[in-house]
């Protein structure tokens, strides 16, 4: 039976190998750390607030606007992308320059300020401008808009560009037209590869309903209401507005179940369907700027090699990457090997300053550990190093620790 048949309805599980890979992709990243890795990619998942006034449009089915988004083929457009993300994190102080310099992640070639991978961190808070464009799968331009300066990343053919006005520094990387994969995972490129990954979470522990219409960026939508059924997840409902005639996403809200403002309310504010100059893409470094040339992305075989040593190193250093529940209340578990919650031995005051802001100590059947808490992503690493994680509240963190001895 084909999924989302009436408006409250349900679709099943995505296929067991593609969860499997992406958690097994969510493990390599360092916990407590990755709570902000996830909110930078769940930022990728937003195209601001709706104009007033909900336009009258023909009924359709849940099951149909999912089929109205799929079949969105949106090749060329412009815009302006207002992005507000409200995770609970305290202030991040000198913590973004932390990761600029590669001390979180554990770099110490001091790195460029142009490198996405760092420069995009500053999405994980507050609320952001972004100019957008894109040409096809091999163009592409964003640009965060700050009130003196401005970072542009680029995407023109084989050559991904960064550049960073304020610092005057350039960051540049090679790709092969069909193997962009690393940077559309790094910065999606359209809304539409965006709402793809919100809607990878469905299946049957989820309610999918056509909330009525809205209007965004002065065009006319429906919104999709993804909601989970079960309790003691933190996700309280997923808001999607839909282009009436494009099938595009234009917004995107995400509200936790404790209530309060948006964890991600962001979407268009300006949008143009036609084809964006050539000249858009255009990019020279300035006179004078500081070019740092990234990892060459260009050949597969390279990235896959190196990815496959990653995995074989983890599957060293975690002992049986498996999950307990389902759906929304999935959580990840791992052994790290004994090695605990690091304290103080980052040797950097931010850093260290940060995870101790976030933690909170428990106690259970499994002996002690830390809770790292946002009003999104929770783990759990008790003291002998075992991470329990997901987007679930703290009370189930403890509740899976203990099932688990």
């Known amino acids: 039976m084909a999924p989302y048949e009436s408006d409250d309805s349900s679709t099943n599980a995505g296929e067991a190998e593609d969860v499997r890979a992406g958690r097994r992709k969510a493990a390599r990243y360092v916990v407590p750390v990755a709570v902000m890795g996830v909110a930078a990619a769940t930022i990728g998942l937003v195209p601001a607030l709706a104009d ?18 799929a079949k969105s083929d949106v090749q060329q457009l412009s815009g302006t992308v207002k992005i507000s993300t409200d995770l609970g994190l305290p ?5 973004e320059s932390s990761f600029a310099s590669g001390a979180v992640q554990g770099g110490d070639d001091g790195g460029s300020s142009a490198d996405p991978s760092s ?5 994980a808070a507050g609320t952001h401008t972004l100019r ?7 163009k592409s331009k964003i640009s965060l808009l700050d009130s003196a300066a401005e970072y542009s990343l ?4 084989t050559d991904v560009w960064g550049y960073d006005s304020e610092s005057n520094e350039v960051y540049h990387a090679t790709t092969s037209k ?48 993804i909601k989970p059924k079960q309790s003691g997840s933190t996700v309280g409902a997923i808001s999607i507005a839909v282009d009436s005639k494009t099938g595009l996403p234009l917004k995107f809200t995400l509200t936790p179940a404790s209530g309060g403002a948006a964890v991600v309310d962001a979407g268009f504010t300006k949008v143009d369907f036609s084809k964006p100059a050539a000249s858009t893409f255009d990019f020279t ?8 040339e990234g990892d060459d992305v260009q050949a597969p075989e390279s990235s896959q090699k190196s990815d496959e040593g990653l ?3 983890l599957g060293q250093g975690l002992d049986g990457l498996k999950t307990i529940g389902e759906g929304w209340n999935a959580i990840a578990e791992f052994d790290t090997g004994g090695e605990g919650v690091p304290s103080g031995s980052s040797g950097n005051s931010d850093v260290d300053g940060f995870l101790n802001s976030l933690g909170d100590q428990v106690t259970g059947k499994f002996g002690s550990g830390t809770v790292f808490s946002t009003r999104l992503v929770n783990a759990l690493i008790t003291d002998d190093g075992k991470v329990y994680a997901g987007a679930v509240t703290k009370d189930a963190l403890v509740k899976a620790a203990n099932a688990a001895q």
Request: net charge negative.
């Open 311 to 313: 995995e074989e190193g």
């Open 285 to 292: 470094p300035p006179k004078g700027a500081k070019v740092t």
């Open 154 to 157: 680029i995407h023109n053919g």
């Open 132 to 138: 957008v464009a894109t040409d096809g799968p091999d």
């Open 178 to 225: 069909s193997g962009t994969q690393k940077e559309q995972e790094d910065v999606p490129a359209t809304p539409k590869e965006l709402a793809d990954e919100a809607l990878k979470a469905v299946d049957d522990t989820t309610s999918v309903t056509v909330d009525g219409t809205a209007q965004v960026a002065g065009r006319d939508a429906y919104k999709l209401l």
């Open 119 to 123: 420069k995009l961190m500053e999405l």
């Open 91 to 95: 202030d991040l102080g000198g913590l």
């Open 52 to 69: 007033s006034g909900d336009p009258d449009l023909p009924k359709i089915s849940a099951q149909q606007l999912i089929e109205k988004i």
